[in-house]
């Protein structure tokens, strides 16, 4: 299972603070945790995982980065912001992340965030209907290379396919530089839902379904997930004779 990590985290003075132990059980805990963020804080485990003595005292140094469900679960407060940004219900990819939020009783507000999680962006997104096409233009032109590069890397690592990079990362970051349709997220969130089809032929031993990434990236394939759907869909009745049941699939 393949996770986005905070390369910078290293130089974060929150990060810096921490002891030895605790550096290495936040580390555990994003690796392990469930797509949702949320995890058991079974000290034992983590112990014999980590190769280090643990206690609630480390967990507990990680202060309000992680809290306390009512079911004694911990859970990593902005950990689905940081995977995919905003989780939609119409992207099969993010279902582990409902189900989760469902079965531990983390409140959400109507569009599905954690109540007090991307309540800000929300509002940014209800202002942006109001704006002119030109301005939504203006906007977009403000990210920087940098941030372009990094939802780039981001974006491809969720593809399953990691031929011809370059020419992977030429088109998707011009695609970025120019697109005033979507956003970084949006695009993300349609390769995830490409990548869960995708994943069920994979799953069942299918060589030769998933479209080279150059082809994948170049030709703005992901803007037509339910190609993929139907194509999973269609391989898996000539196996089984029965439709695909939709189990959801996450790529963090």
Same mark, same amino acid.
């Given at each position: ?10 130089? #974060? ?24 963020? *949320?995890? @058991?804080?079974? *000290? ?19 202060? =309000? ?8 679960? %911990? ?17 099969? !990819? ?17 569009? /599905?965030?954690?109540? /007090? ?6 509002? #940014?997104? =209800?202002?942006?209907?109001?704006? $002119?096409? =030109?301005?939504?233009? =203006?906007?977009?032109?403000? %990210? $920087? ?5 990094? +939802? ?10 990691? #031929? $011809? ?8 970051? +011009? ?12 695009? %993300? ?14 799953? #069942?031993? *299918? ?16 803007? @037509?997930? &339910?190609?993929?759907?139907?194509? !999973?869909?269609? !391989? ?10 939709? &189990? /959801?699939?996450?790529?963090?």
């Amino acid at each position: 299972m393949k996770r986005f990590t905070e390369t910078t985290k290293w130089s #974060d003075p929150w990060f810096r603070k921490l002891s030895p132990a605790a550096k290495l059980l936040w580390i555990w805990l994003t690796d392990t945790c469930d797509a949702a963020g *949320v995890i @058991e804080p079974d *000290v034992d485990l983590a112990t014999f995982q980590i190769g280090m003595p643990m206690g609630m005292n480390t967990f507990t140094e990680l202060g =309000e980065r992680v809290e306390k469900l009512e079911c004694g679960k %911990l859970h990593i407060v902005k950990f689905v912001e940081f995977q995919v940004g905003t989780p939609s219900l119409d992207c099969k !990819a993010h279902n582990p992340i409902f189900q989760s939020w469902d079965k531990h009783k983390i409140k959400r507000v109507s569009k /599905g965030y954690p109540k /007090g999680i991307d309540t800000v962006q929300e509002k #940014d997104k =209800e202002k942006d209907k109001d704006k $002119s096409g =030109e301005e939504m233009q =203006e906007e977009g032109a403000k %990210l $920087s290379k940098a941030e372009i590069a990094d +939802w780039t890397e981001r974006i491809i690592a969720a593809y399953p396919r990691r #031929d $011809s990079p370059a020419d992977c990362k030429h088109a998707l970051f +011009w695609v970025l530089e120019t697109n005033k349709e979507q956003t970084p997220a949006e695009i %993300l969130e349609q390769v995830q839902e490409c990548a869960y089809w995708i994943s069920i032929i994979e799953g #069942d031993g *299918v060589s030769g379904f998933v479209p080279k990434a150059r082809k994948f990236f170049g030709e703005r394939q992901w803007t @037509e997930p &339910k190609n993929f759907e139907g194509q !999973a869909m269609e !391989a898996q009745k000539k196996r089984n004779g029965a439709k695909p049941v939709h &189990k /959801g699939f996450t790529s963090l």
